[in-house]
Every structure is written in structure tokens, then in C-alpha cells.
């Protein structure tokens, strides 16, 4: 067998053991039974070992050592052989033993971190997320980096991601959002007190089936399913599943789950299967996968149009709260901007402050210039400054994300990032699309969803994040494209 | 680390590879969309591969050697050194291109297997089958016998189960039970029409809940799903699952499968979770676990108090087919005996002659005295033989199961080892629990649990099907146990 084939081969492997790892977390996450979770982390863990292993085997470095020089590949082949490459290059610098610590710190600090949020204490969480803190920090030596130590962390999530690009990026971000949303507070408020009434839970997972077909999100190639955080898992392109979760009393949460969670879905669903396992086969980075997501959730969710094919549906089957709320109304609703403490449940505007904090916190923790033991102090103090509001309690504050205690430092920026690929993306596809508006508003978004595939999906990781970028769109990341965007659609919303 | 501990760890590991396994196959019977079948076959195959790996390399075998001659091990380690190097010989003995070989020619002859049933020709299957069979009979070779080739399939089902023996015990079965069933034959037949009128799908599926609460089924450590062949799964004692069936025109579905899976999970349920991954943690052999589904199914539930019990209740949630069938109706109509073409639907008595039917012709094709190519009309003619009934077609007759495409031969006798004991185990235990039959009748079965628990379930491995029904009984399995349990029931039922 030729050594490519074999290299094929090898990488489907590692794409089974990782897949295999994603169903058991799934199962964990949607149907595990309560006394079965102690095994089952063990379980996990040991495939995480066995993963590690096989990824970073003699065999491995030396297929990879091989094709590495080989000049008869395609430009397809040779973006595979380069990107796992440089991952081989990653993983093998990790020993099992540091592995198999971080592996153990991360069991125990998702513990602590469940225990803190009982005690509603961030002290109890200190201690376990300082050693997490300690071997990010050791991670970023044995990783190596060249401008910022946190660019070592970054690159896991977004390759090829700068510090340095994304602290000018947020400060920018900083500068032009305070102000947009001081003025936007300045404005007779909305009223969107209707989506927090009851709305039966039975007629509203109907709903979110509903859109998710409609948005071309492929039922025999993944399910929706419940689970206390919604997320989207792939087992390979051909099963794709999304989780959703259903409060009776507040009707956003089902709605821009499944919305978001399409998005992603979308992306995984649109991957070459004839590439599995393969970086071709692959979303190019948390960045682009959160792109995806946002465009469907904010560009189009929660756009008028959408809610013109969308809404007659809606009033009808929730008579009860929505026969006398406009659709303006309702729309206006789904778009109100209000600085809160939770960040999976901001709006759209002030969300990135959400993002901003954690940042500048986890810069802060890997440079050494701030302190585990002081970052419920610190937490607090950046909400009142960027979002005026005083934290009541640590579980509504520094407690709220599980990711720190997942050890996922470097992932938080992706989330803005995704939005403002968004903008970017949205703009150049109503460019490229004529009448896309009018087609939203007749519920078919299958024109766009075609224009993702082609112009995203289909090319896996052969083009970095800022490459596809510029081949999609003409140019960089270019946080304009947001601002233009909230300023339309925010000054209409708000009459500003 | 001492080798004992190195040892156990190792094993460990091995049990977390088969139990992702068991998930990866359960999310297949449960949850899978549709396109996601083929990737997910090559995920368990790849896992596959690496269990064989991880159970058969060189730590394993050093750690065994040294171990097997540790004469300072204690009754319960010395038992799982021995199970454990037996297992490790066993398995070296095939080689990674065997055993590829051989999944392949599964995966394969399920694929024609489906096809045949679709097409109703058996000849669609048979060179598959022919193939497995092959396999087989290599695979007898390569393990080695002494008494009898088919002994060396046996032993992965039912270790140390002899050939002969099982040849000689079913002889009898034949001699007493052909008699026997065509004596109530000659009976007045009794009516169960009422099983198959419309039961609500829902309210059937609420009932086996409870049914399988009131037994002792801790839904703490497990969860009940539907799948098209209902069957339990084990991912450790702390996670067993059970699915069923539930078909609206047939209450009988719903309600043995719930009993009996119900039955092989309480022995799951109480094997000891210390022993996570070593024999003394596992089940003794597939003879025994059928015992315990059998005891639950059919001693227990298929019995007169039990439904004294559970009647009440039934009859509340199914008023419009059984307000007016008394009790002692129900009773029969669950008892009926009556010749069938499917094993998985047959009554208590004649079920044993389709496993009888299955063993000859596993016997014959190991022999070499039967030809695959023939299977059909030597089943249909052993149909008419034992069961006096003409098969319409391939469906109904040699294609029913699915064991011979999954390479199972060797396992069908266990069911009917598993009745035997069950009948045994069940007398002893009337004996030990004073008023056990007024204790069923008030729903309460917490004291033959207790006694399951006690007797059979804590020793997982530590004792084979037979050392352990001695120890239970105080003598070998005895088939008489079956046929006075089966003389006084439909004596009583059919007054003979």
C-alpha cells in the first residue's frame, strides 16, 4: 500500500477513536443514567489515552515524516499531510504523563467546579482551576510560541489565531460597542415580557423540529435530542446531532438553541465524507464553526424576514401568549439589548462584553499579571465596568461557564470572532444572492444554505480561517461589517 | 506497582474499550439516523481491532505468566488470573488477519442476511453463510477440542460446556416433551384473542415501567429505550439497559420482553462493581444469565400469583379489552401452547424444540454431515418433525434469526440451559424463602433478589454454570426440575 493510503488509514483510525469518544460524552450529556457516571468518565478516559497514543505512534511520525517531502500530492493531500503535521508535532510534544495529569486535573476541577456552583463560592473552585491555570501555563512553554504565550493556547481552537490580532480586534470592539449600546439604553425600552409566559413544552420542541427541517438541517443524518447545555456533536458527516434544551417559561432558550445548533450542524453536515477523518474533512476552526452558527441564530434568526415566513406558524401554535403581539413586536422582543450576567442568554450586542472579560482574563492568568484566588474580584469589577451591572453571587458570575474547568483556555475569543465572520459572511452572500431577503421571507433559505456549502463547507481545514476569509469575501476579518450591521438593524429597533 | 494491580488495571482497560463498544452498538439499535450506519460500523470494527490488540499483546501475557503461578493470591484472584489466562490463550491463538477476516465475513453475511429476508430466499444467504460456517469450523481448529469440535464454539457461550452432554440432556428434552405437548394438543384450546386487539402504545410502555420497578430494575443504574429487537446491554453494573418493544396489536411484546430483559439486567445490576472488568465481576456464561431472564419472565411472571398482583392495575389502564377477562383467563391466555414458526414468539414448552432444531443443524454443519446449501429444507423438514407445522417460507423458517450472520453458533442451546436452570434455581429458592408464593402474589419479589443476589449474582465468574448450580442446588442441572414445573402449571392450565 502506498504510504498516502496509509496515512489514510491510520488518520480514519484516529477519527474512530474520536468519534467513538463523542458518543459516549453525547450519551452522557442526553440519556446516562445518574449512578453511571464515575464509570463512564473512566471509560472516557481511557479512549482519550488510547487516542493519544495512536495519534502520536512511530508509525504515525514516520508516514507523516515521509510524506511530508512528497511532491506528487495534490494541493488537497498536501493540506492534509501539513496539517497533521503540525498536529503529530503538537501532540507528540505532550508526554502520557502530562496528559494523563491534565487529564485528571480537568476530572477533578469539572467536580470542584460542580461543588462550587452548589456552595455558590468561587473559593472552592480556586485551588482546582489555579492547577488547570499552572498546566495551560506549562502547556504554552512545552507547545512553544513566538509573540504571546496565549497564542499557544489560541491555536488549539482558532490555528494559526494571534493574540496580539485579537487584543487590537477587542479593543476596537470595545471602543464602538460602550458607546453604540449606551445610546441604545438611552431609548424607550421594548416590551418582552410575552416570552417568558408559559409556553407548553410538547408545541415548542415541535417548533424547533420544524425550523431545523426547514433550515435544511438533515433528520436522517443526525437527531435532536435534550440535554441541560445545548451543543452539537459529530460522529462523522453522515450523523450529526444537535441538542436542544426546553424552559417552559422563557421561550428564547429552545428557539436560539436550535437555531445556533443548526448553524453548527450545518457546517458538520456539509463536510466531505470522502475526506473522514482527514483535515480536509475537518471544520477549519472554532472561529469559522461559530460563524455558522451565529448566521443562522442572529443574521438570519433574528431577522424580520425570517420572521415573516416563520411567525403566522408561531402565533398559531402559541395562541395563548402571541395572538395579540405583532410581529413587529415579537421581533423587537427577540432583538432587546440589556446588559445581564449570563452570557449564554445576552443579547447580541452586549454578549461581547461577555466575551472582552473572559479574554482579558485568561490573557491576565497565562502572563502571570493576574491571580486565580482574585478572579471573582476581578470578574466583578469588569462587569461593572463594561456593562454597568453589579454581580449579585459567583454562580451568576465567575462560577457560570463550565470551559475553565473543561481546561479551555483559548477558546472563549472564537465565540466574537464567529460573530463578526458572520457579518462578514452575511454581507458578501446578500451581495452574491439576488433577492435572498425575499427568499428568507418565504421560509426557503436553501439558495444561502447552498452558498455556505459551496463557498465554506466543502473545503474542511484546506483554507485557515483568515484565508477562507479572504477568498470568500475579498478581505481580512473586518470588524466593520458587524458594526454596520447592529447599527442597521439596532437603529431601526431602536429608532435611533 | 505489584502485578496483581498492574494486572487489574490492564483489565480495566479492556472492559472500557468493550463498553464503548456496547454504546456505540446500543446509540446503533436506539438512536442511529439512518445514513449514519456505515460509519458507525466502521467505528465498532476499528474498536474491535484495538480490543484484541490491548487483550492479547506482550504486557498481557507477561503479566499472566508471571501471575497464573502466584500462589499467594487469594480463592477470588486466583479465579480471575485463571479466566483471564484462558481467555488471553484463547484469544492469542488468532491472528489479527483472522480475526479481520472474520469480521469482514460478518459484516458481510449481516448485509446478505437482510437482503435474503427482503428477497424470502434463503439461497441469498447461504454462500455468506457458507463462509461463516467455514470460518467456524477453522475456528475449532484453532481453539482445539478434545471431545467434540463444536465444544470449541460452545465454550465462549457456556465455558467448559460439553457437547455430549448437551446432546444427551436434549435427547431427553425430545423424549418427554414431545409427548407432553401433544397431550395438551388433544385438549380443549384456550382463547388469548383479547392479547391481540389495540393497545394504546403509550399506556403499554407506562406498564412496563412499572413492571420493571416493582422487580428490583434500578433505573438509577440504567434506562429502558425501544429498539426492533429488544436485548440488554452493559456498559458496567452501574449502567445496564434494557430496550423493548412495544406493538400495538399484540400485548404480549411489550410484556415479556420487559420481564425478561428485565431478568438479565438485575443480574447485571447485582454483579460487583469492585470487580469492574475481571471475572469475578462478569457473568458466569450465557446459560446462567438466561436463567435469570427466564426466571423473571417465565417462573415468576408468566405464574398465577404474580398476576394476582399486577392484574388489577393492567386490567385499569386496558378496560376496553380487559374488563371483562377474569384473572384465570389472562393467566391462560399467557400460557397458551401452541406450535409456531417464530422462536422469539413461541410459549415455554415448544420454544425448546426450535433450539433443539438449531442445535442439530449447528451440530451437522460443524460435523460436516449438513450442507449450508441444504439448511432450508433440512429446517423445514425438522419443523414438521418436532413441531407438526409446515414454514410458508424462508422468513418464517430458516432466516428468522440473526445469530448465524453475526457468527454466533454455539449460543442458541444456552437458552434452553437457561430455562432448565431457571426451573432449578426457582424450586430451591420456594424452598429457602418461606411464603414466597404469597410474597409474589402482594408484588413483592425483594426477598427472591435478595436471594438471586446472594446465591448467584455477587460471584460473577467465580464458579462455572455447573460448579455453581451445585453449589446452589446441591446437585448437577437437572431437566426433571423443568418438566414437574411444567406438569403442575398445565396440568392446572389444561387439566390434564
Not at 420542541?205 to 438541517?217: D, I, R, S, V
Request: aromatic letters at 12%; proline letters at 3%; a negative charge.
Amino acid at each position: 500500500m502506498k504510504a498516502y493510503q496509509q496515512y489514510q488509514q491510520k488518520l480514519q483510525k484516529v477519527a474512530d477513536i474520536e468519534h467513538a469518544i463523542a458518543v459516549l460524552s453525547w450519551d452522557q450529556e442526553t440519556y446516562l443514567p445518574a449512578k453511571g457516571a464515575n464509570q463512564r468518565s473512566q471509560q472516557i478516559t481511557t479512549l482519550a489515552g488510547i487516542l493519544h497514543e495512536t495519534a502520536t505512534d512511530t508509525q504515525m511520525g514516520d508516514l507523516l515524516g515521509t510524506l511530508k517531502d512528497d511532491t506528487s500530492l495534490n494541493e488537497w493531500e498536501r493540506c492534509n499531510i501539513t496539517k497533521s503535521y503540525d498536529d503529530y508535532v503538537r501532540q507528540s510534544k505532550f508526554t502520557t504523563d502530562f496528559v494523563m495529569r491534565q487529564s485528571k486535573a480537568i476530572a477533578d476541577a469539572y467536580h470542584a467546579w460542580m461543588q462550587a456552583r452548589e456552595a455558590n463560592s468561587f473559593a472552592v473552585f480556586a485551588p482546582s482551576l489555579d492547577t488547570i491555570v499552572q498546566l495551560k501555563r506549562e502547556t504554552c512553554d512545552i507547545v512553544g510560541y513566538t509573540e504571546h504565550p496565549y497564542d499557544a493556547l489560541l491555536d488549539e481552537y482558532e490555528p494559526k489565531g494571534r493574540t496580539v490580532v485579537i487584543t487590537r480586534l477587542f479593543e476596537s470592539v470595545r471602543q464602538q460597542m460602550v458607546d453604540f449600546v449606551r445610546e441604545i439604553a438611552g431609548r424607550p425600552q421594548v416590551d418582552d415580557s410575552f416570552m417568558y409566559k408559559h409556553y407548553n413544552k410538547d408545541r415548542q420542541w415541535q417548533l424547533g423540529l420544524n425550523l431545523l427541517k426547514q433550515m435544511g438541517y438533515d433528520f436522517e443524518a443526525g437527531r435532536q435530542d435534550l440535554s441541560t447545555h445545548p451543543f452539537t456533536t459529530s460522529f462523522g458527516s453522515q450523523d450529526v446531532r444537535v441538542t436542544t434544551r426546553v424552559a417552559e417559561n422563557d421561550f428564547n432558550e429552545m428557539i436560539w438553541s436550535c437555531l445556533h445548533e443548526g448553524g453548527h450542524a450545518l457546517y458538520e453536515q456539509g463536510l466531505n465524507p470522502n475526506y473522514y477523518g482527514l483535515p480536509t474533512g475537518k471544520a477549519t476552526s472554532l472561529g469559522i464553526h461559530e460563524s455558522q452558527s451565529r448566521l443562522w441564530e442572529n443574521n438570519v434568526g433574528r431577522s424580520l424576514p425570517y420572521w415573516k415566513a416563520n411567525y403566522a406558524l408561531t402565533q398559531q401554535m402559541f395562541p395563548e401568549n402571541l395572538a395579540s403581539v405583532s410581529l413587529d413586536g415579537f421581533y423587537k422582543a427577540m432583538n432587546k439589548v440589556q446588559p445581564s450576567f449570563i452570557r449564554t442568554s445576552a443579547d447580541e450586542l452586549t454578549y461581547h462584553f461577555h466575551i472582552l472579560i473572559r479574554f482579558e482574563i485568561e490573557k491576565g492568568l497565562i502572563e502571570g499579571t493576574m491571580a486565580t484566588k482574585d478572579l471573582a474580584e476581578i470578574w466583578n469589577a469588569k462587569y461593572k465596568e463594561y456593562l454597568g451591572i453589579d454581580v449579585p453571587n459567583d454562580k451568576m458570575g465567575v462560577l457560570q461557564d463550565i470551559h475553565w474547568s473543561h481546561g479551555s483556555l483559548g477558546y472563549f475569543p472564537t465565540y466574537s470572532l464567529g460573530s463578526f465572520y458572520a457579518a462578514q459572511f452575511f454581507a458578501k452572500a446578500t451581495n452574491d444572492i439576488p433577492n435572498l431577503e425575499s427568499q428568507i421571507e418565504q421560509g426557503n433559505t436553501s439558495n444561502l444554505l447552498t452558498w455556505l456549502r459551496t463557498n465554506i463547507h466543502q473545503y474542511g481545514m484546506l483554507y485557515t480561517s483568515e484565508e477562507l476569509c479572504e477568498r470568500v469575501t475579498g478581505e481580512p476579518l473586518n470588524f466593520d461589517y458587524f458594526m454596520a450591521y447592529a447599527r442597521q438593524k439596532y437603529g431601526h429597533i431602536y429608532t435611533l
